[in-house]
């Protein structure tokens, strides 16, 4: 079997559960079968954008442009090296939807991966609706060019069901994996401590909510004042960070971005960790840190998988969380209890063997 996998930025360095996706699916493949990757990926050259909304407005557009008209050509372009290479792909996996309507590559069995239908199912939380609007027509005729869909969540196959009539017989769920440094790292044995940390770490955005971060650890704060809430994460907006740094009232302290070869060593440093998040396609974050022993207070409010929560504590409102995050770190005992029972269940569940197995059963199945 040889598989051609077609993506756009596919790298590992960046802390984001896509990537680690699609970088852990390359990387376990060939281990199995021959493979070609062609990454698509170009910058647009626009300056703090990812902080000015004006500019990210602007890069949005502009990237948008770049999509459409380079990236059907770097495909083909690519594809047309491989043949002269010899290689034939039996197969071709899309791990970016956009790509698929692109692509010039005709007559050869496809499958996509779909994260979440965002730009279609909450566009106006898009910074751009024209965006949006042009996400769910790559969207829309992507899910009717391939021979079957990977989803990542079950959250997101409902949601391609319903906005988008896909058949249910042509999605399978096969879930985002852990890192294998997670599995195999020694679970956190919690010990009596003189300072708890509680940490956060994922992009400083209105959705992730950080501002409910500081308000929850505000309150365990006024329990447990040899407790500090650190906050990891990469800045979206700079007025947004100003606002919420306005909000601690002490020992909130704001880390930065953490590399992608440090986020372990981050996590493992927590005593709790909080993910707030309003909306997730799926939460990685969440998995790995309850894959390490460490325990992870959510939102019932939360738009997140439901496969990925269950890895985690589920808090009512600002109060119950702060009561469970008290109750816990005062209970050493029960810490541990928790801890050992969410990470043997979360490295089970989430493993990298699972993903490649279901993966290659889909591969399979299509080339039959």
């Known amino acids: 079997m040889r598989v051609l996998f077609i993506g756009e930025k ?32 170009s910058e647009v050259g626009i300056k703090g954008y990812d902080r000015d909304f004006i500019k990210k407005i602007v890069y949005l557009f502009l990237n948008a442009i770049r999509r459409l008209i380079k990236n059907p050509e770097k495909i083909r372009k690519g594809y047309k090296n491989y043949q002269k290479k010899g290689f034939s792909p039996d197969l071709i996996h899309y791990l970016n939807p956009s790509l698929v309507p692109l692509s010039p590559i005709k007559n050869k069995k496809s499958v996509v991966t779909f994260y979440d239908l965002f730009p279609v199912t909450s566009p106006r939380r898009m910074l751009s609706r024209g965006y949006a609007r042009m996400q769910k027509k790559l969207f829309s005729k992507a899910v009717k060019k391939v021979d079957h869909i990977i989803s990542i969540s079950e959250q997101t196959k409902k949601d391609l069901i319903k906005y988008l009539k896909v058949p249910e017989r042509k999605i399978t769920v096969i879930p985002i994996s852990i890192k294998e440094e997670f599995v195999k790292t020694k679970v956190k044995n919690h010990k009596k401590k003189r300072e708890f940390i509680i940490g956060f770490l994922t992009s400083i955005v209105p959705s992730k909510r950080p501002d409910l971060a500081i308000k929850i650890f505000n309150k365990v704060n006024e329990k447990l004042p040899n407790s500090k809430l650190e906050i990891y994460g990469k800045v979206r907006r700079n007025a947004f960070i100003e606002k919420i740094k306005k909000m601690s ?3 909130v302290y704001f880390k ?22 309003e909306v997730d396609g799926f939460g990685l974050p969440i998995i790995e840190a309850a894959a390490l022993g460490i325990p992870v207070i959510t939102m019932q409010d939360a738009h997140i998988p439901k496969e990925v929560v269950k890895s985690s504590i589920i ?6 969380a702060s009561k469970k995050m008290i109750n816990l770190l005062k209970n050493t005992k029960k810490r541990n209890s928790f801890a050992k029972k969410i990470a043997k269940n979360t490295r089970k569940e989430f493993s ?17």
């Open 10 to 41: 596919i790298r590992g360095d960046i802390g984001e559960g896509i990537s680690n996706y699609e970088v852990g699916l390359i990387d376990g493949f060939k281990k199995l079968i021959d493979i070609g990757v062609i990454d698509t990926y």
């Open 249 to 251: 009232h002490g020992k």
């Open 256 to 277: 930065g971005f953490v590399k992608e070869t440090e986020r372990l060593k981050v996590m493992g440093g927590f005593d709790m960790f909080i993910y707030p998040s």
């Open 315 to 320: 808090a009512k409102d600002i109060s119950d």
């Open 352 to 368: 990298w063997n699972k993903t490649i197995n279901e993966t290659k059963k889909v591969y399979e199945e299509i080339l039959k």
